[in-house]
Nanobody, 122 residues
Framework: QLQASGGGWVQAGGSLRLSCTAS????????MAWFRQNEGKEREFIAA???????DYGDSVKGRFIFSKDTGKNAWYLQMNSLKPEDTAIYYC??????????????????WGQGTQVTVSS
């Protein structure tokens, strides 16, 4: 089970930090990711990371968002800086058992968190 938290409301230019904690099957998790989605739109890749790999980022967040993880706590994070109104969405954490070259595709993931709302006002 994945539990996402840390969403909220922030003004443009501000920062938020999302957290995702895994429980129940943590030994099988290798790749961790963040996606976001707005109503009527496809789930958008934000970031993904795995042990021994440099995190990958979606083009829309490169240079502003930072992925990190704490293996000992079975948790990963998304530091979101310089937030823009277009970053407003429900953010989901996801995980899978191994690294895959399609880590940027939401269909690659086995486990999903419940989502946390991020709202950025102009």
């Amino acid at each position: 089970q994945l539990q996402a938290s840390g969403g909220g409301w922030v003004q443009a230019g501000g920062s938020l930090r999302l957290s995702c904690t895994a429980s129940g099957y943590t030994n099988s998790i290798s790749t961790m990711a963040w996606f976001r989605q707005n109503e009527g739109k496809e789930r958008e890749f934000i970031a993904a990371g795995a042990s021994g790999r440099i995190p990958d980022y979606g083009d829309s967040v490169k240079g502003r968002f930072i992925f990190s993880k704490d293996t000992g706590k079975n948790a990963w994070y998304l530091q979101m800086n310089s937030l823009k109104p277009e970053d407003t969405a429900i953010y989901y954490c996801a995980a899978r058992r191994s690294w895959i070259t399609t880590a940027h595709k939401h269909i690659s993931y086995d486990y999903w968190g419940q989502g946390t709302q991020v709202t950025v006002s102009s």
